[in-house]
C-alpha cells in the first residue's frame, strides 16, 4: 500500500479524557504544605539547640580554662598546694623542700642534757628518686586537661569536693648504721644495779652499821628507741629525741640492809657508886673483848671464851667476888654484872640460852632471877643466835653523868617485827625461913678480929631465902601479847656468919 506525504495511518479511535478529583487534589496540597511547616519548624528548633549547647561549651570552656597552664586547686604533694602554680613553679617548690628536707634534717638523741648523737638522713642513707618526683608531678598537673571540656570540668568539681594529696617517696632507710650506733648507746646506758650492803660494823659508834646505798641499774630498750627515729626521719620531723632508759632495781635496799641490823635489844645495869676502879675496870676489859663480836645464824658464844680468863695478863685486876654470899678479892670482880648485862640483852632479843645459872645471893644491879654468874671453867652464859641473819654485839660502860656509870650492852640483827619488843617481869613466889644457926668464921687475914678472946664481928645477918620466877614478855605496839616462862631461881637462906681472932692473946 502506497502512502502519500504527511499521509497518517489511521489510527485507532482515542480514548475519551478521565475526569479529575476535585477533593484529592485539595487533600494532596494541603499535605504540602504542612509538610513545609513542619519543615520549618524543625530546622529552626534545630538552630536553637545548637546555639545553646555552644553557649554551655563556651561557659565550660571559660572556667576550665584559667588552669589549662597551672595546677587545679587542692592539689596538694608533701602537702604543698600546687594550685595555681605553674608546671615548673610547682617543680622549684617540691624540689627545693626535698632537698631541704634531706639537708636540713637532724635529730639530736640527748640522755640528761648530753648529746650522744645528732641523726642525719646521710645516716640512714635516705635519698628521693627526682626523677619519680618529675612523673608525680606530670601525673598531678594532667588532672584537668585531658578528655572534653565536660570531663574537665568534672575533675576541676571533684578536687573541690575531696583535694588530692600525695607524697614524694624517699628511698628505703638503711637500718644498719642506725643500728649501730643505738647499740653504742645502748652499751652506754645498760648497767646493772648494786645491791645495797653492810660495809663497816663500828661498834664504837652511836650507830654502829655503815651501810652502803643501792644503786638503780638501767636497761635501754633499743627496738622502741628505733622506731620512733624512724618515724620522725619518715616525716621530717627534727629537734630532739630524749632517750628514756627503763630503771633496774637493785634486790637489796637500804632499808632492807637496816631492817637485818634492827635494834632488837638494849640492856642497862647501873654501875654501883661503890664499885672500885678496878672493879669498874674488869667490866670495862670484859666489854672490850665482847664488844663488836659477830654471831652467825645457828651459832653460840660462850661468854667464858669471848671475855677470856681473868688474869692479869688478860687485863683484869683484883676486886671484890662474892662466893657463897661471902665477899672475897679476886682477879676479875665485876664482871658477872658484864655477863648479867649480856644475859638481859639476849633474853630481850629472842636468842636462845643455851646455858645461865643464877647467882646464889641478890645482886645490886638487877632483880634476882635476872642474871648470869661467870667463872672460868665451871659457870659459863652460853648464848645461841636463832635468828636468820647475823647477830651483832655492842658493849660498853657508858657515864650517864658525872661519876655515874651504867653498863649497856646493845644487839642489832633481823628485826623483831614493827611495834615488836620485850621485857623481863619477875615475881617471889616463895620464900624460905632463915636458919637459926650461927657460923663462926676465922679472920685469916686479920681484917676485923685479931685475937681468940676478941669480941666476934658480925660479918652478915642471918637472911631468908626465896623463889623468884620470871617470865619474858612480849609488846606489840605498846600492847601485852604473850608472857613466857624463862627461869625459877632460888636466893638461898643464910645464916648469921661471925669472924673470930685466930692468935692467942698477948699476956703481959
Given at each position: 500500500?502506497?502512502?502519500?506525504?504527511?499521509?497518517?495511518?489511521?489510527?485507532?479511535?482515542?480514548?475519551?479524557?478521565r475526569k479529575k478529583n476535585k477533593?484529592?487534589r485539595a487533600l494532596l496540597v494541603?499535605?504540602?504544605?504542612?509538610?513545609?511547616?513542619?519543615?520549618?519548624?524543625?530546622?529552626?528548633?534545630?538552630?536553637?539547640?545548637?546555639?545553646?549547647?555552644?553557649?554551655?561549651?563556651?561557659?565550660?570552656?571559660?572556667?576550665?580554662?584559667?588552669?589549662?597552664?597551672?595546677?587545679?586547686?587542692?592539689?596538694?604533694?608533701?602537702?604543698?598546694?600546687?594550685?595555681?602554680?605553674?608546671?615548673?613553679?610547682?617543680?622549684?617548690?617540691?624540689?627545693?623542700?626535698?632537698?631541704?628536707?634531706?639537708?636540713?634534717?637532724?635529730?639530736?638523741?640527748?640522755?640528761?642534757?648530753?648529746?650522744?648523737?645528732?641523726?642525719?638522713?646521710?645516716?640512714?642513707?635516705?635519698?628521693?628518686?627526682?626523677?619519680?618526683?618529675?612523673?608525680?608531678?606530670?601525673?598531678?598537673?594532667?588532672?584537668?586537661?585531658?578528655?572534653?571540656?565536660?570531663?574537665?570540668?568534672?575533675?576541676?568539681?571533684?578536687?573541690?569536693?575531696?583535694?588530692?594529696?600525695?607524697?614524694?617517696?624517699?628511698?628505703?632507710?638503711?637500718?644498719?648504721?642506725?643500728?649501730?650506733?643505738?647499740?653504742?648507746?645502748?652499751?652506754?646506758?645498760?648497767?646493772?644495779?648494786?645491791?645495797?650492803?653492810?660495809?663497816?660494823?663500828?661498834?664504837?659508834?652511836?650507830?654502829?652499821?655503815?651501810?652502803?646505798?643501792?644503786?638503780?641499774?638501767?636497761?635501754?630498750?633499743?627496738?622502741?628507741?628505733?622506731?620512733?627515729?624512724?618515724?620522725?626521719?619518715?616525716?621530717?620531723?627534727?629537734?630532739?629525741?630524749?632517750?628514756?632508759?627503763?630503771?633496774?632495781?637493785?634486790?637489796?635496799?637500804?632499808?632492807?640492809?637496816?631492817?637485818?641490823?634492827?635494834?632488837?635489844?638494849?640492856?642497862?645495869?647501873?654501875?654501883?657508886?661503890?664499885?672500885?676502879?678496878?672493879?669498874?675496870?674488869?667490866?670495862?676489859?670484859?666489854?672490850?673483848?665482847?664488844?663488836?663480836?659477830?654471831?652467825?645464824?645457828?651459832?653460840?658464844?660462850?661468854?667464858n671464851k669471848v671475855a677470856k680468863?681473868?688474869?692479869?695478863?688478860?687485863?683484869?685486876?683484883?676486886?671484890?667476888?662474892?662466893?657463897?654470899?661471902?665477899?672475897?678479892?679476886?682477879?676479875?670482880?665485876?664482871?658477872?654484872?658484864?655477863?648479867?648485862?649480856?644475859?638481859?640483852?639476849?633474853?630481850?632479843?629472842?636468842?636462845?640460852?643455851?646455858?645461865?645459872?643464877?647467882?646464889?645471893?641478890?645482886?645490886?644491879?638487877?632483880?634476882?632471877?635476872?642474871?648470869?654468874?661467870?667463872?672460868?671453867?665451871?659457870?659459863?652464859?652460853?648464848?645461841?643466835?636463832?635468828?636468820?641473819?647475823?647477830?651483832?654485839?655492842?658493849?660498853?660502860?657508858?657515864?650517864?653523868?658525872?661519876?655515874?656509870?651504867?653498863?649497856?650492852?646493845?644487839?642489832?640483827?633481823?628485826?623483831?617485827?614493827?611495834?615488836?619488843?620485850?621485857?623481863?617481869?619477875?615475881?617471889?613466889?616463895?620464900?624460905?625461913?632463915?636458919?637459926?644457926?650461927?657460923?663462926?668464921?676465922?679472920?685469916?687475914?686479920?681484917?676485923?678480929?685479931?685475937?681468940?678472946?676478941?669480941?666476934?664481928?658480925?660479918?652478915?645477918?642471918?637472911?631468908?631465902?626465896?623463889?623468884?620466877?620470871?617470865?619474858?614478855?612480849?609488846?606489840?605496839?605498846?600492847?601485852?601479847?604473850?608472857?613466857?616462862?624463862?627461869?625459877?631461881?632460888?636466893?638461898?637462906?643464910?645464916?648469921?656468919?661471925?669472924?673470930?681472932?685466930?692468935?692467942?692473946?698477948?699476956?703481959?
Amino acid at each position: 500500500m502506497n502512502y502519500q506525504q504527511g499521509y497518517r495511518p489511521p489510527q485507532a479511535p482515542a480514548q475519551p479524557p478521565r475526569k479529575k478529583n476535585k477533593f484529592l487534589r485539595a487533600l494532596l496540597v494541603a499535605l504540602g504544605a504542612a509538610a513545609a511547616v513542619a519543615a520549618i519548624a524543625l530546622g529552626v528548633k534545630t538552630a536553637v539547640s545548637a546555639f545553646q549547647e555552644k553557649q554551655r561549651l563556651d561557659a565550660l570552656a571559660a572556667e576550665v580554662a584559667p588552669y589549662q597552664s597551672v595546677f587545679l586547686p587542692n592539689i596538694y604533694l608533701d602537702d604543698i598546694p600546687l594550685g595555681g602554680m605553674t608546671a615548673q613553679e610547682g617543680i622549684d617548690a617540691v624540689v627545693s623542700q626535698i632537698q631541704n628536707r634531706e639537708s636540713g634534717w637532724s635529730l639530736a638523741l640527748t640522755y640528761q642534757s648530753h648529746v650522744f648523737y645528732t641523726l642525719h638522713y646521710s645516716d640512714l642513707d635516705v635519698s628521693t628518686d627526682i626523677s619519680e618526683v618529675y612523673a608525680q608531678l606530670e601525673a598531678l598537673y594532667k588532672i584537668g586537661k585531658l578528655g572534653t571540656v565536660e570531663e574537665k570540668k568534672a575533675e576541676l568539681d571533684a578536687l573541690r569536693e575531696t583535694p588530692v594529696y600525695e607524697y614524694t617517696m624517699q628511698s628505703d632507710l638503711k637500718e644498719e648504721r642506725l643500728d649501730n650506733i643505738l647499740e653504742q648507746i645502748r652499751q652506754q646506758l645498760t648497767y646493772d644495779p648494786a645491791d645495797a650492803y653492810l660495809a663497816y660494823f663500828r661498834p664504837d659508834m652511836n650507830d654502829p652499821f655503815i651501810i652502803q646505798d643501792e644503786q638503780y641499774g638501767s636497761s635501754l630498750d633499743t627496738s622502741a628507741l628505733k622506731a620512733e627515729i624512724l618515724a620522725r626521719a619518715s616525716s621530717g620531723s627534727s629537734g630532739s629525741l630524749e632517750i628514756h632508759p627503763d630503771p633496774v632495781a637493785p634486790k637489796v635496799t637500804k632499808a632492807d640492809v637496816r631492817r637485818q641490823v634492827a635494834l632488837r635489844s638494849k640492856a642497862t645495869t647501873p654501875v654501883s657508886s661503890a664499885s672500885t676502879e678496878d672493879r669498874t675496870n674488869n667490866i670495862r676489859t670484859a666489854f672490850s673483848y665482847l664488844n663488836g663480836q659477830v654471831v652467825q645464824p645457828g651459832a653460840k658464844l660462850s661468854f667464858n671464851k669471848v671475855a677470856k680468863e681473868r688474869t692479869l695478863a688478860n687485863g683484869y685486876k683484883y676486886a671484890i667476888e662474892y662466893i657463897s654470899g661471902m665477899e672475897e678479892m679476886g682477879i676479875g670482880g665485876g664482871v658477872c654484872q658484864a655477863s648479867t648485862t649480856l644475859y638481859l640483852a639476849a633474853l630481850k632479843s629472842k636468842m636462845e640460852i643455851v646455858s645461865r645459872i643464877s647467882h646464889s645471893d641478890p645482886v645490886s644491879y638487877t632483880t634476882f632471877g635476872q642474871d648470869a654468874t661467870v667463872y672460868w671453867n665451871r659457870y659459863d652464859l652460853v648464848i645461841r643466835n636463832t635468828a636468820d641473819g647475823p647477830i651483832y654485839i655492842t658493849a660498853k660502860v657508858v657515864e650517864k653523868k658525872k661519876n655515874s656509870y651504867e653498863c649497856q650492852v646493845c644487839i642489832y640483827g633481823p628485826s623483831l617485827g614493827d611495834g615488836v619488843s620485850y621485857a623481863l617481869r619477875t615475881e617471889t613466889v616463895e620464900t624460905i625461913a632463915a636458919p637459926l644457926s650461927e657460923t663462926y668464921v676465922k679472920d685469916t687475914s686479920h681484917t676485923y678480929v685479931t685475937y681468940k678472946d676478941e669480941e666476934p664481928y658480925l660479918l652478915r645477918k642471918a637472911r631468908d631465902g626465896f623463889v623468884n620466877v620470871t617470865y619474858l614478855q612480849k609488846w606489840v605496839d605498846g600492847e601485852l601479847i604473850e608472857e613466857t616462862f624463862v627461869s625459877r631461881d632460888t636466893c638461898k637462906e643464910r645464916e648469921t656468919v661471925y669472924l673470930v681472932g685466930t692468935l692467942d692473946p698477948v699476956i703481959e
